[in-house]
């Protein structure tokens, strides 16, 4: 039952290599997004779909490349990884509500450590 | 660009007395004023948010306090328990899309 999932939860892997991060929502939401949290915990956002279309790129490095093949996934792909990559990246889907309140729920999260 | 500065960093109270953490947000578009709690090891979670139409929203005993003007914007913990022991994010955007987040304040609260 849980409204964001994301999978791996823990990624260890070697410098240069690529891997994926997939992340799905079964809350029916149109709009999806990449956050990075780093070791000092700061919380910034990569990427933001709408409806499988890009939104946001809060300039990421093109190694970073999201996917959307339709509106409940999100997968992030990163090339060549890099030592600074290292970070705990979470998904999170958002409902718009009549009111205005539109609150954003985030993913378990995806520790990724690159050695 | 937009910026959001979050004070104090770390915080440690005793049970039962307030907590307080402050933000400033730099975009004056900036509508929207969620506060978030992050469990240690788990996902940020929304406990309350305020939009710029209304000064202060209470929700138990947690309250946020706006001022549009000074662009400010406070969380207010009363009664604190240890599982209110947490870090907390506070976070700006306009009209939601992009959330700008706080620097986040680890909160410790003692038995």
């Known amino acids: 039952d849980t409204a964001v999932s994301q999978t791996p939860k823990y990624l260890v892997t070697q410098m240069g290599n690529d891997k994926s991060i997939k992340c799905e929502q079964n809350l029916g939401h149109d709009t999806m997004y990449w956050y990075k949290q780093d070791s000092k915990k700061f919380l910034k956002i990569m990427f933001s779909?709408?409806?499988?279309?890009?939104?946001i790129n809060e300039t990421v490095p093109n190694r970073f490349s999201p996917k959307s093949p339709d509106k409940a996934h999100l997968n992030l792909h990163i090339n060549s990884l890099e030592l600074g990559d290292s970070a705990v990246y979470f998904c999170?889907?958002?409902?718009?509500?009549?009111?205005?309140?539109?609150?954003?729920?985030f993913g378990p999260g995806t520790r990724l450590t690159v050695l | 660009g937009e910026n959001v500065e979050q004070h104090p960093s770390t915080l440690s109270v005793q049970e039962g007395d307030s907590a307080v953490i402050k933000c400033t947000y730099s975009d004056s578009a900036s509508n929207y004023f969620p506060w978030y709690k992050q469990e240690l090891g788990k996902r940020p979670q929304l406990i309350i948010d305020i939009r710029s139409n209304v000064g202060e929203k209470k929700d138990q005993r947690i309250a946020v306090t706006l001022n549009k003007t000074a662009k400010h914007f406070s969380l207010h913990i009363t009664e604190t328990q240890p599982e209110d022991s947490a870090v907390y994010f506070c976070a700006a955007s306009y009209n939601t899309d992009k959330l700008i987040f706080g620097t986040g304040t680890r909160l410790q609260v003692f038995p």
């Open positions: 779909y709408n409806n499988k279309e890009l939104i």
């Open positions: 999170a889907s958002m409902i718009q509500r009549p009111s205005g309140d539109n609150e954003q729920f």
